[in-house]
């Protein structure tokens, strides 16, 4: 019979990538999710509840309703600066929520989690390449949501859930099929700003810092396809429901590019000239991210198989030109 998972956060860019290695790998994904930052368009592959991951009740009534044997959780709020201007609203999204799912779970015996985590749990790394065993030190709001609620999760295995966190790094690219990919009201990523400048649709593009202690002088980070990602979870999900022991894993590659190499690809990729005019360092911005990725790899079995630089470019840029048809009528045709 097949297997539902709940999957909050189902409509957002990495949870809906999600969905469809579910189904692919046999699941009924149940995406759990309000609407406030995904699309409906974006859930593809099994239902959609509509609800606040802070409902327990209706959190409840989702994993009853489905039966569903796991939960892949998303749902959150996600932008680092947002974070730092707003922190009761990461508090009560982020930790209010995943203690609501967790009490849910434990109420209808749902055992399994995979909860979304992220590099930023560790804050300036002391040593590159960056192991799970690394000091947890984040710099900004929305590591500490994270970090709490990897705390939480491990702590309700008292209460019978077996929780794996899975820490990205820099998730991109998008579907090789084009038929999800990333798209955001207010955009804070690098290669989906840097296409949608191409794209005519914002005006203020600019590269934060030029002064980092690296070779070229722009900030260092791990990308990976969010392809590769989304297997990661039908990965730790196998890996729990086979008798797996809870704990952290690193979804990264193993090596990192600057933000001009980003840049560059990103020119190759669209066929245009990519402008990269000079910005103020930000706040609380590392110099370099990279993941050592091998207790993923040992463990799980992980093995990105998208993650090069020209794949994840070439990828977006697909997924961009539908999802953000030209409105910069000067730029010729990529
Ligand atoms: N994108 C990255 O590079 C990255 C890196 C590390 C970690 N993460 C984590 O991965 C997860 C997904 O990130 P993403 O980039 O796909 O973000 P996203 O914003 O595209 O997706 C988040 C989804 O959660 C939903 N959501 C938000 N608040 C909700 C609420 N209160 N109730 C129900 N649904 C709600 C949104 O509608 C959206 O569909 C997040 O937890 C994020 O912290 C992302």
């Known amino acids: 019979m097949t297997q539902a998972v709940l999957v909050t956060g189902g409509a957002g860019y990495i949870g809906a990538h999600a969905c469809k290695a579910l189904a692919k790998a046999g699941y009924l994904p149940v995406a759990y999710d309000d609407l406030s930052l995904g699309h409906a368009a974006h859930i593809k592959w099994g239902p ?32 680092v600066g947002e974070s730092m201007a707003e922190p009761a609203r990461y508090y009560d999204t982020n930790v209010r929520g995943t203690m609501a799912l967790l009490d849910a ?39 500490r949501t ?51 400048a191409l794209q005519g649709y914002i005006h203020d593009f ?12 722009t900030a260092i980070r791990d990308y990976i396809h969010v392809t590769d990602l989304a ?5 730790a999900l196998r890996y729990l429901q086979n008798g797996g022991d809870p704990g952290a894993f690193n979804l990264g590659v193993g090596h990192g590019y600057s ?13 245009r000239e990519m402008p990269a005019p000079k910005g103020a360092r930000r706040a609380g911005d590392p110099n370099m991210l990279v993941a050592d990725p091998s207790r993923a790899r040992t463990t799980l079995g992980f093995e990105p198989a998208h993650s090069d630089l020209k794949t994840i ?14 409105r910069n009528d000067s730029a010729p045709p990529g």
Request: charge should be negative.
């Open 231 to 235: 297997e990661g979870h039908v990965l």
């Open 105 to 143: 779970m434990v109420a209808t015996g749902t055992p399994h989690l995979v909860f979304s985590s992220t590099a930023a749990v560790y804050g300036e790394p002391e040593k590159l390449p960056i192991s799970e065993d690394a000091a947890l030190a984040p710099v900004n709001v929305y590591g």
């Open 313 to 326: 470019a070439e990828t977006a840029w697909k997924w961009h030109r539908i999802a953000h048809p030209a």
């Open 146 to 196: 994270k970090l709490i609620c990897e705390r939480m999760a491990a702590d309700y295995g008292v209460h019978g859930v077996k929780a794996v966190a899975l820490r990205y790094f820099n998730a991109s690219g998008a579907d090789p099929d084009t038929e999800i990919g990333e798209k955001r009201a207010a955009e804070t990523h690098l290669i989906p700003r840097a296409m949608m």
């Open 206 to 217: 600019q590269v934060f810092g030029s002064d980092f202690p690296t070779p070229d002088g």
């Open 48 to 79: 959609h509840v509509q609800g606040d991951v802070r409902d327990r009740a209706a959190l409840e009534a989702a994993l009853r309703a489905h039966k569903a044997v796991a939960v892949i959780h998303f749902a959150a709020l996600s932008a």
């Open 259 to 271: 933000v001009l190499e980003i840049l560059k690809a990103v020119a190759a990729a669209s066929g």
